[in-house]
């Protein structure tokens, strides 16, 4: 696709030919990933899962370090 758009430009070509590549460009890429059952966004998952750990997490550590909340520091210290 990169190297197509790079001639289309050189060439002079119009925007609407370059919209057309582009398109059927993506309509291939998307037709492949169906054909072999591929979501390129399947990477975010997991990442996207572990945010409310980490969110929750980081804020009992900023509390322990803060000294907010003793009670949670003391629990912590006590179940090992």
Known sequence: FTNDLK???SEGRSV???AFVMKTTWR??????????VNPL?????PLM???????????IRKIING???EL???????G
């Open 50 to 60: 572990q945010i409310p750990v980490f969110w929750y997490f980081s804020i009992d």
């Open 68 to 70: 907010a909340d003793p």
């Open 7 to 9: 001639k289309m430009k």
């Open 28 to 37: 291939t890429m998307r037709a492949i990933y169906k054909y072999h059952k």
């Open 73 to 79: 520091a003391q629990q912590l210290t006590e179940s």
């Open 16 to 18: 609407g030919e370059q």
């Open 42 to 46: 399947a990477i975010f998952k997991s």
